[in-house]
C-alpha cells in the first residue's frame, strides 16, 4: 500500500488546513492510520491515529481539541483537520499506516509511510 499526503501550506496563525493521506491499495479493518511530523534534528512526533474501522482515535497531548483525524473508506483516505494553528505546528507532516487494529502511537509500528508535506503556520 502506497500513501500520498497532501495539503499542507502557508497559514496565519488561527488558521486552519485539512491535510489528505490516500491510499493505493485496499486498506483492511486490522489497519489504522497515523499521522506524525518531524521537526529537522528532530525525531518524529505522533500527532493522531485511528482505526480503521473507525472504533479507536487517539491524539497527542499536544493537539487536543485542535485536530480531528477521521476516515473515509469509500476513498481509502484519511485526513487530518487542523484548527487553531500555531507557530509551532510548523512542522513536515507525514501520514504512515501500521497492522494493527488498536492504532498505536510509536512510529515503529507504523510499516508503510507516505512522503511528507510541509505545514508552514506564520505568527
Known amino acids: 500500500v502506497q500513501l500520498q499526503a497532501s495539503g499542507g501550506g502557508l497559514v496565519q496563525a488561527g488558521g486552519s488546513l485539512r491535510l489528505s493521506c490516500a491510499a493505493s491499495?485496499?486498506?483492511?479493518?486490522?489497519?489504522?492510520m497515523g499521522w506524525f511530523r518531524q521537526a529537522p534534528g528532530k525525531e518524529r512526533e505522533f500527532v493522531a491515529a485511528?482505526?480503521?474501522?473507525?472504533?479507536?482515535?487517539k491524539y497527542a497531548d499536544s493537539v487536543k481539541g485542535r485536530f480531528t483525524i477521521s476516515r473515509v473508506k469509500d476513498k481509502n483516505t484519511v485526513y487530518l483537520q487542523m484548527n487553531n494553528l500555531k507557530p509551532k505546528d510548523t512542522v513536515v507532516y507525514f501520514c504512515a499506516r501500521a497492522i494493527a487494529v488498536v492504532p498505536p502511537t510509536d512510529p515503529e509500528r507504523f510499516v508503510s509511510w507516505g512522503q511528507g508535506t510541509l505545514v508552514t503556520v506564520s505568527s
Open positions: 485511528i482505526s480503521w474501522s473507525g472504533s479507536w482515535t
Open positions: 491499495g485496499r486498506i483492511f479493518s486490522s489497519a489504522s
